[in-house]
């Protein structure tokens, strides 16, 4: 299965236009750096493997 390269300045154009928000120029290029920080980080979080036994805990216990 080919997954496609997710292009985050087009998220943000498309963000912009669904929630018919008017990003400046001057600010676009910051917004899409966070955004690929974003990225980043939850590629982190979202390749950590999880063992296949592991069970959710409702209330945490100290």
Do not use: K
């Not at 087009?10 to 676009?28: F, K, W």
């Amino acid at each position: 299965m080919r997954r496609e390269e997710f292009d985050v300045g087009e998220y943000v154009d498309q963000m912009g236009l669904l929630l018919d928000l008017e990003l400046r120029d001057e600010y676009r290029d910051g917004v899409v750096a966070n955004f690929e920080r974003i990225r980043a980080i939850t590629n982190l979080v979202n390749e950590f493997p999880l063992p296949e036994d592991i069970e959710v805990a409702p209330v945490f216990q100290p």
